[in-house]
Nanobody
Framework: QVQLVESGGGLVQPGGSLRLSCAASGSISSIYTMGWYRQAPGKQRDLVAGISNSGNTNYADSVKGRFTISRDNAKNTVYLQMNSLKPEDTAVYYC???????????WGQGTQVTVSS
């Protein structure tokens, strides 16, 4: 089993920045990809960004150029730097870990990100 603990959500004004962190523990050796999904009220959970343990990344089109995912394998932690935030980025952000690229095998508890003036 793998446990994921997220931190860093909160309230930010449009145009602002936030950094999310997700620390993994447990059977870390089984994990290949880590990343983030998000879910807005009344909508499905969608992929935001993912990163493999070799550093390959992928992003949703809606966040390209604004969000950056990174990973510290020594700390078993993945980060999501979110810049130029928009109200439509408001959602619960869920960290995930996968044994391959997809599907996610493990989920964090979620952290709320609210972008509002």
């Amino acid at each position: 089993q793998v446990q994921l603990v997220e931190s860093g959500g909160g309230l930010v004004q449009p145009g602002g920045s936030l950094r999310l962190s997700c620390a993994a523990s447990g059977s870390i050796s089984s994990i290949y990809t880590m990343g983030w999904y998000r879910q807005a009220p009344g909508k499905q959970r969608d992929l935001v960004a993912g990163i493999s343990n070799s550093g390959n990344t992928n992003y949703a089109d809606s966040v390209k150029g604004r969000f950056t995912i990174s990973r510290d394998n020594a700390k078993n932690t993945v980060y999501l730097q979110m810049n130029s935030l928009k109200p439509e980025d408001t959602a619960v952000y869920y960290c995930y870990a996968a044994k391959l690229f997809f599907p996610p095998n493990y989920w964090g508890q979620g952290t709320q990100v609210t972008v509002s003036s």
